[in-house]
């Protein structure tokens, strides 16, 4: 997909996309926000003898704001997740994460553009206000095609619990 395809397709002046704001820096590489959450990292190891797992790192430059876990904001810098998923034949993303009307926002939209199929879960994720949030889910549904559904809903029609997936 060409820079320019994904360059053309520009978030709306009045989407929810815009309308965030964070009161503090977040996610600043070598930094306590930038950290893999306890819990988490603990999953992740004990998957690495079921699974190779790596590890895709965004926003390394502090003055780029890269929301998306595929590039910056402006695609100038791309990260290694593109590649790393079309190596491993993977056809649909799912997305939990913060915050909505950002780095989930950005991703998931990024991974529309980008082919795959995206689905947001949409307990699975926050944002300031649940005006901005019912508003972005929307957004990602309508404008961009996103599935968006409760982590039950999904796990009902893919007939696991998340735990047995991932325990497999």
């Known amino acids: 997909m060409s820079i320019e395809r994904l360059r053309g397709k520009s978030r709306s002046s009045r989407s929810a996309f815009i309308a965030w ?11 306590f926000g930038a950290n893999i959450e306890e819990g988490v990292q603990s999953g992740l190891n ?39 998923m079309r190596a491993r034949e993977i056809e649909e993303i799912v997305i939990v994460g913060l915050v909505t009307t950002a780095c989930v926002y950005g991703s998931t939209v990024d ?3 980008m082919g795959w199929d995206v689905t947001v879960i949409s307990n699975g994720v926050e944002a300031s ?14 404008w961009w095609g996103a599935k968006v559904t409760s982590l039950s809903d999904f796990e009902a029609a893919s007939g696991l619990s998340t735990m047995k997936r991932l325990n497999q």
Do not use: M, W
């Open 21 to 31: 704001r964070l009161t503090y820096d977040h996610c600043v590489p070598g930094t």
């Open 46 to 84: 004990s998957l690495t003898s079921k699974t190779p797992i790596t590890q895709i790192h965004k926003a390394q430059h502090h003055l780029v704001d890269s929301y998306s876990a595929f590039a910056d904001n402006q695609y100038f810098q791309f990260t290694t997740l593109g590649p790393e």
């Open 111 to 113: 991974g529309i553009k």
């Open 129 to 142: 206000s649940q005006e901005l949030q019912d508003t972005a889910l929307e957004e990602l549904a309508t």
